[in-house]
């Protein structure tokens, strides 16, 4: 039987642990062919404009590509590509409900996301979105 003071000590184990995912130092995991490929296909012919630090958060789909890349898409022709600020362990497993934490009407840097467990709802790791590069088709 766990005591009051053990429930505390396991309960902050459990937070600090949660704490190691936005460690800056661990590398991405490197992309995967499928998703390479994802990728290739959403950005073919899309020519890169300047860094936004906001875009509107209505009508975009998100596309996991790795644990540090998101691609939203707001239609064929424009495909914001979003580096995070650092990696974001099991991003790319799918199983997970992605969580965007959002102060404003729009999608912006420093926005949280949040992995969330599917099934169990315990929540996993905690990443923050970077500057979002618009991809446009080419004229």
């Known amino acids: 039987m766990l005591r009051k003071g053990m429930v505390f000590a396991v309960t902050a184990t459990i937070a600090l642990a949660g704490c190691a995912y936005g460690d800056a130092d661990s590398a991405p995991a490197p992309i995967r062919d499928k998703e390479a490929k994802i990728l290739a296909k959403e950005l073919k012919g899309k020519v890169a404009g300047e860094p936004r630090s906001c875009i509107n958060s209505r009508g975009v789909d998100a596309i996991r590509i790795s644990d540090d890349i998101l691609l939203y898409r707001e239609s064929g022709r424009l495909v914001y590509q ?3 600020r650092g990696p974001c362990p099991g ?9 965007t934490e959002s102060f404003s009407g729009q999608l912006c840097s420093g926005d949280l996301i949040r992995l969330v467990d ?8 905690v990443c923050s979105l970077g500057n979002f590069v618009p991809y446009k088709k080419a004229k």
């Open 82 to 84: 979003n580096k995070l």
């Open 91 to 99: 991003l790319t497993r799918g199983d997970d409900i992605m969580v």
């Open 118 to 125: 599917r099934t169990s709802g315990i929540q996993g790791p």
